[in-house]
C-alpha cells in the first residue's frame, strides 16, 4: 500500500453513515473458522494448503463440521452450509470466519441463516466473489464490519496480506492504493486507473461482485446504498452483461443514491463472440457512471487477481477518484 495525495473538490456523503458494530481485531494465535458457503473443494490437498495458509498467518484454523461435503456444485446442502455458518458465529472460540472459496450458492443459504446469534456475536467474515452475498445480507441485517478480501484458498502474495494485516490485527485506517510494478497480465487495465469523472467522495463501503449484487435487487437482503461509496468486480463477464447489471442497478435506483463509484477490474471481461466489436467494459463504465455526478473511477486492486485490497464493507472511507484511492476514516476493528 502507498498513501496517496488527496487532491480535488469532496463531495460528502448524503447521509451520515449509521453506527456500527466493530468485530474484534485479529491476534496472533486467535482462532478462525473455515467454511464453504457456496462451492465445494474436491481435493484433501488443497485443503490442507488452506491450513496451512492461515497457519501461517499465526492463527489457528477450525474447518466447519460439513466443510468437505459435496451437494452438486455445492459445499454441502443448503441447510447444511448454513448451519456451518451459524456455528462458526456461535462458537466463542472462534474470533473471525474465513470463507474458503466462493463459486455460487451463498444466496441460497441466506434464509437459513440465523441473524440473531450473528448479531449477537460479531467478528469477522472474510472471503470475496460470490460471498459478496453474505456482505451485503451482513451489512443489512447483522450491523457489523465484514472484509470484503482474498478467499483462505487465495494465493495471498505479500501486497494482499499487508492490506489485510494491517486492517484485521492492527486497525489500521490506511490509504490503498494499486501496488506499484504489479501488473497483472489478466487485467485489461494492467494495473492503471481510469477516471470518469474526478473529485473525493466520503461515505461507508458497500458493494462486492456486480453479478452476485444485481441478482440480489428486489430481495430483503440488500442494505440501504444512500451515500455510500459503491466498490464492485467481476469476472468472465461480456461487457453487454455487465451493461445489463449495471442498467439493473440504475433502474433500481442505486446508482443515482451513491456518493462515489469504484469499479476494480473485471477480469476477463473482453468483447467476444457477438459483442465484438462492440464497447468496452471501460466505455460502458463511463456511460452508466460519469452521468451521476459523483467521484468515479476504474482499475482500483479490487476483484478476481492475485494482489487485492482488503475493503471492510460498512466502514465509512473517502476516495480520490483522481488518484484512484480509497482512504479508511475509521478503524473496522476494535
Same mark, same amino acid.
Given at each position: 500500500? *502507498? ?10 456523503? =448524503? /447521509? $451520515? /453513515? ?18 464453504? &458457503? ?12 488452506? =491450513?496451512?495458509?492461515?497457519?501461517? *498467518? ?29 456455528? *462458526? ?7 473471525? #470466519? ?29 472471503? @470475496? ?14 450491523? !457489523? ?18 492490506? @489485510?494485516?494491517?486492517?484485521? !490485527?492492527?486497525?489500521?485506517? &490506511? ?11 489478466? #487485467? ?34 440488500? $442494505?440501504?446504498? /444512500?451515500?455510500?461509496?459503491? !466498490?464492485? +468486480? ?19 435506483? %442505486? ?6 463509484? %469504484? @469499479? ?6 473482453? &468483447? ?9 467494459? /471501460? +466505455? ?6 460519469? &452521468? ?43
Amino acid at each position: 500500500m *502507498m498513501l496517496a495525495g488527496m487532491g480535488g473538490a469532496l463531495i460528502a456523503a =448524503k /447521509s $451520515p /453513515s449509521p453506527g456500527l458494530i466493530k468485530p474484534p481485531r485479529l491476534r496472533p494465535g486467535d482462532t478462525v473458522g473455515l467454511i464453504e &458457503p457456496a462451492g465445494f473443494t474436491d481435493d484433501a490437498f488443497d485443503l490442507d494448503l488452506v =491450513k496451512e495458509t492461515i497457519a501461517a *498467518m499465526g492463527l489457528k484454523p477450525k474447518p466447519a463440521a460439513h466443510l468437505t461435503e459435496r451437494y452438486g456444485y455445492f459445499a454441502g446442502k443448503d441447510a447444511d452450509r448454513a448451519a456451518d455458518v451459524n456455528a *462458526m458465529f456461535a462458537d466463542r472460540e472462534v474470533r473471525a #470466519v474465513f470463507a474458503v472459496r466462493g463459486g455460487w450458492g451463498c444466496a441460497r443459504i441466506l434464509p437459513h441463516l440465523d441473524f440473531a446469534t450473528i448479531r449477537a456475536n460479531p467478528k469477522l467474515l472474510v472471503g @470475496f466473489s460470490d460471498i459478496t452475498a453474505l456482505h451485503l445480507a451482513f451489512a443489512a441485517r447483522a450491523g !457489523f464490519a465484514t472484509f470484503h478480501g482474498p478467499n483462505a484458498a487465495s494465493s495471498w502474495p505479500q501486497f494482499s496480506w499487508d492490506a @489485510f494485516r494491517a486492517i484485521a !490485527f492492527d486497525g489500521a485506517t &490506511p490509504t490503498l492504493t494499486n501496488p506499484p510494478g504489479k501488473e497483472d497480465r489478466l #487485467v485489461p487495465l494492467g494495473g492503471r486507473i481510469r477516471t470518469f469523472r474526478g473529485g473525493r467522495a466520503s461515505g461507508r463501503l458497500l458493494g462486492g461482485n456486480l453479478a452476485v449484487l444485481a441478482a440480489l435487487m428486489g430481495t430483503p437482503w440488500l $442494505p440501504e446504498f /444512500s451515500g455510500a461509496i459503491l !466498490f464492485l +468486480e467481476d469476472v468472465d463477464e461480456a461487457p453487454y452483461r455487465i451493461d445489463r447489471m449495471l442498467t439493473q442497478l440504475s433502474l433500481a435506483g %442505486v446508482l443515482g443514491k451513491l456518493a462515489g463509484v %469504484v @469499479f476494480g477490474q473485471c477480469t476477463g471481461c473482453g &468483447p467476444t463472440g457477438p459483442s465484438y466489436g462492440g464497447f468496452t467494459v /471501460s +466505455e460502458v463504465l463511463q456511460q452508466h457512471l460519469a &452521468p451521476l455526478g459523483v467521484p468515479a473511477f476504474q482499475g482500483a486492486a479490487i476483484g478476481h487477481v492475485a494482489n487485492q485490497f482488503s475493503l471492510p464493507l460498512g466502514v465509512r472511507a473517502e476516495i480520490d477518484a483522481d488518484a484512484g484511492s480509497i482512504r479508511l476514516l475509521e478503524a473496522a476493528v476494535s
